[in-house]
T-cell receptor
């Protein structure tokens, strides 16, 4: 399966700032997704990153708060904007081809002070 | 909407005990079903999958059978080991390749020697 690298692996940020998380895959993939895992909770899909077009967001998530880029078939970024303590979570990137299962990166552990 | 319900833990067993982690789902159509595992300090890994009714997914001694009549996908293992201690997530993908996953809340499994 594809090797997925997420950066940074963890960060501590001040409220009101923004952080961009990168997801790099070692091979071209059709689909890339971003999830959030809040403390003690399950994973929730934020959006599907579409190559060359705007991301598709799930209910409860908006582009102004979580802008996403996907300039090519191996790379995507998620920005968490104007952060508050409620944004403290693990953010995960996943990738898949066609009808194959999704594979996940190791995640970015984000703490907001 | 789609949802996954799984037994919440922690589940504590002795080594060599029989394991069952229950998972039921609600979805339109015919979803694909997955079990993912998160070992301590590691990322989320695909454990097994099933894509249609009566399919049995298996890996590392774990099994799960897609039961459409009971909308279930229970995870089983005949003899657990200490190294199986992890958090297990049941998940579904309702549609085609572009759909993200809907996860259960996760079950923390603790195996004691």
């Amino acid at each position: 399966s594809a090797v997925i690298s997420q950066k940074p692996s963890r960060d501590i940020c001040q409220r009101g700032t923004s952080l961009t998380i990168q997801c790099q895959v070692d091979s071209q993939v059709t689909m890339m997704f971003w999830y959030r895992q809040q403390p003690g909770q399950s994973l929730t899909l934020i959006a599907t990153a579409n190559q060359g077009s705007e991301a598709t967001y799930e209910s409860g998530f908006v582009i102004d708060k979580f802008p996403i880029s996907r300039p090519n078939l191996t790379f995507s970024t998620l920005t968490v904007s104007n952060m508050s303590p409620e944004d403290s979570s693990i953010y995960l990137c996943s990738v898949a081809n066609s009808n194959q299962p999704q594979h996940f990166g190791d995640g970015t552990r984000l703490s907001i002070l | 909407g789609n949802s996954v319900t799984q037994m919440e833990g922690p589940v504590t067993l002795s080594e060599e005990a029989f394991l069952t982690i229950n998972c039921t789902y609600t979805a339109t159509g015919y979803p694909s079903l997955f079990w993912y595992v998160q070992y301590p300090g590691e990322g989320l890994q695909l454990l097994l999958k099933a894509t249609k009714a009566d399919d049995k997914g298996s890996n590392k001694g774990f099994e799960a059978t897609y039961r459409k009549e009971t909308t279930s996908f229970h995870l089983e293992k005949g003899s657990v080991q200490v190294s199986d201690s992890a958090v297990y997530f049941c998940a579904l993908k309702a549609g085609g390749g572009a759909d993200g996953l809907t996860f259960g809340k996760g079950t923390h499994l603790i195996i004691q020697p």
